[in-house]
Structures are given as structure tokens and as C-alpha cells.
T-cell receptor, first 112, second 109 residues
Framework: SQTIHQWPATLVQPVGSPLSLECTVE??????LYWYRQAAGRGLQLLFY??????ISSEVPQNLSASRPQDRQFILSSKKLLLSDSGFYLC???????????FGQGTRLTVV | RKEVEQDPGPFNVPEGATVAFNCTYS??????FFWYRQDCRKEPKLLMS???SGNEDGRFTAQLNRASQYISLLIRDSKLSDSATYLC??????????FGTGTSLTVIP
């Protein structure tokens, strides 16, 4: 069966520090991969999606970036965090663009 | 205009009640539709897909109206464990999934 792993679960980082969140999927190949952010009390905002290695589409301009160095690995990064980057970051995968998406357990990021 | 819009609620209903949520989407070319459930401080989990003919899973019934561009979820015989936020999700012709902001449900003993 397919599983998705996301870490860390919780992270507290100072303003201006770098960020690297990692997500890996097991049990499937060539998945579509997604990064979402959910601010407190808000809906899920799509940040990036990827349909293959090295293919990244950005939905919202910001100081975040994403990379897909391997088929089942998706990384979210920032060189310098802002206070407004705080939120609940969720990685997700889907088999195709029209099948359901499955989420990792999320990373709760607090920028202080 | 948002891709997906939902009434945020909250809905507070007694156990055993029937409750319905609606959701509208803006892109008429949207292809796939889903309802997710999100518990407090947890990741969203798929509740059910929504098919054009409507579909039922136990106490849950989902309907799609393409002409009016809305999706509904009906929960019958509400349980305490149904308390959560319900998210309407739409997949477009691209590779994106767009989420509504969610409707909060609290089932009261």
C-alpha cells in the first residue's frame, strides 16, 4: 500500500533562518506531489505541485521554493523565513491529476 | 473569485440529526470532486469522492450539480465522532486540487 511521510512534525524557527521540509512517498511511482499551507483558521493554499522529477509549478509567489530531486521525494525550502511563513504545511500525493489526494501528517511551523 | 466556496458554519447539531453542507465552484471545466474531513490540528483525510450520478457511503451522501456548479454532502444520523471540519475539494483540468475553507460541524450529545 502507499504511504506518505512528512517530517518534522513540529518546527520552531527564528525569522531569517532557512527552512527545509521533506516529504517522501512509498508504494507508488511517478505520483503527482503537492505542497499546501494552512494558516491558523484558514483554508488550504496550494503552494507548489509537481508532475515529475525536476518539474515544479508554483501557484503563489513567495519566498518559498520546492524541488523534486527524486521521483518520490518533494522538498519545500526557504532561504530566509518570515513571520508570515508560520502555518501548517502539508504534503500530498495523487496517482493522477483527477484521482484523490492523500496527505502526510503535516509540519506545524512557527516562525518567531 | 475563489475557486471553491463553502459556508464556514459553524453547524451545531444534536446527535441523530441530519445535516447538509453545500459548496460551489467557479471553474466549469472542473473534472473531479471530493469531500475531505479534517480533525483539529490534523491532516485532511478523504471522506468520499463525488460522482455525477451521486453516491452514498453509509450515512453519507454526496451530490454533484454540474449545471449549477455545486456539490453537497448530507450526513444522516449524526454521531459525536462526526464533529470535524468538512472540506470541499475540486480538481481542475490542470494538476491542482483546490480546497474550500471548510465547514465546521459540532455534534452535541
Amino acid at each position: 500500500s502507499q504511504t506518505i511521510h512528512q517530517w518534522p512534525a513540529t518546527l520552531v524557527q527564528p525569522v531569517g533562518s532557512p527552512l527545509s521540509l521533506e516529504c517522501t512517498v512509498e508504494g507508488t511511482s511517478n505520483p503527482n506531489l503537492y505542497w499546501y499551507r494552512q494558516a491558523a483558521g484558514r483554508g488550504l493554499q496550494l503552494l507548489f505541485y509537481s508532475v515529475g522529477i525536476g518539474q515544479i509549478s508554483s501557484e503563489v509567489p513567495q519566498n518559498l521554493s520546492a524541488s523534486r530531486p527524486q521521483d518520490r521525494q518533494f522538498i519545500l525550502s526557504s532561504k530566509k523565513l518570515l513571520l508570515s511563513d508560520s502555518g501548517f504545511y502539508l504534503c500530498a500525493w495523487s496517482a493522477t491529476r483527477h484521482t484523490e489526494a492523500f496527505f502526510g501528517q503535516g509540519t506545524r511551523l512557527t516562525v518567531v | 473569485r475563489k475557486e471553491v466556496e463553502q459556508d464556514p458554519g459553524p453547524f451545531n447539531v444534536p446527535e441523530g440529526a441530519t445535516v447538509a453542507f453545500n459548496c460551489t465552484y467557479s471553474n466549469s471545466a472542473s473534472q473531479s470532486f471530493f469531500w475531505y474531513r479534517q480533525d483539529c490540528r490534523k491532516e485532511p483525510k478523504l471522506l468520499m469522492s463525488v460522482y455525477s450520478s451521486g453516491n452514498e457511503d453509509g450515512r453519507f451522501t454526496a451530490q454533484l450539480n454540474r449545471a449549477s456548479q455545486y456539490i453537497s454532502l448530507l450526513i444522516r444520523d449524526s454521531k459525536l465522532s462526526d464533529s470535524a471540519t468538512y472540506l470541499c475539494v475540486v480538481s481542475t483540468t490542470g494538476n491542482q486540487f483546490y480546497f474550500g475553507t471548510g465547514t465546521s460541524l459540532t455534534v452535541i450529545p
